[in-house]
C-alpha cells in the first residue's frame, strides 16, 4: 500500500530554520539570483544535502494555490503611449502581464488582449478595470475570461 503525503499549513516562524532557508534557496535559484543549488546553498548557509533532502518537501503557500489568470481584451486609440500606460497601470497594482496579443491596427484602433495573474494585486478586480478603462486612449476595456 503506497502512502500517500499529508499536508499542513504552518505558520513559518513555527517552522525549524532549515525549512525556511531551502524554501530561500530554492527562490534564489528561481530568481536567477543563484545559479547553481552550490550557490544557493552557500548564501543561505546550509548544506546541499539539507537542500536536496527537503527540496521536494517544501513549498511557499502561494505556490500551493492555483493562479488567477484573468484576460482583458481593448480596444485603443493607435496612438504611441497607450499600451505603455495601460501596462504601467498593471505593473503599479501587482498584477503580472503573461501574455500580450495584439491584430494589426485598423482605422486608427487596434484590439489587444492580455493575460495577468491577478493573486498579488493590490486593488480589486473591479477596481483595475475601472483604472484600466478611464487610461487615456482606452476605447474599450472588458473581461473576456478567469
Known amino acids: 500500500m503506497k502512502n500517500t503525503p ?20 530554492k527562490r534564489l535559484i528561481a530568481t536567477g539570483q543563484a545559479s547553481t543549488v552550490n550557490e544557493a546553498t552557500k548564501m543561505t548557509g546550509i548544506s546541499r544535502s539539507a537542500f536536496y533532502k527537503y527540496r521536494d518537501s ?4 502561494q ?15 493607435d496612438e504611441p503611449g497607450v499600451l505603455s500606460a495601460i501596462l ?21 484602433c487596434a484590439l489587444v488582449t492580455i493575460s495577468a495573474e491577478t493573486t498579488e494585486m493590490t486593488v480589486s478586480l473591479d477596481e483595475l478595470l475601472r483604472l484600466l478603462t478611464a487610461t487615456n486612449g482606452v476605447i474599450k476595456a472588458e473581461v473576456l475570461a478567469g
Open 88 to 108: 504601467s497601470t498593471y505593473a503599479t497594482h501587482g498584477a503580472n502581464i503573461l501574455t500580450i496579443n495584439s491584430i494589426t491596427p485598423s482605422n486608427g
Open 58 to 61: 517544501v513549498q511557499p503557500f
Open 63 to 77: 505556490k500551493m494555490n492555483v493562479s488567477r489568470v484573468i484576460t482583458f481584451q481593448f480596444v485603443l486609440h
Open 6 to 25: 499529508k499536508y499542513f499549513i504552518v505558520e513559518a516562524a513555527a517552522l525549524p530554520e532549515v525549512f525556511l532557508k531551502v524554501a530561500e534557496a
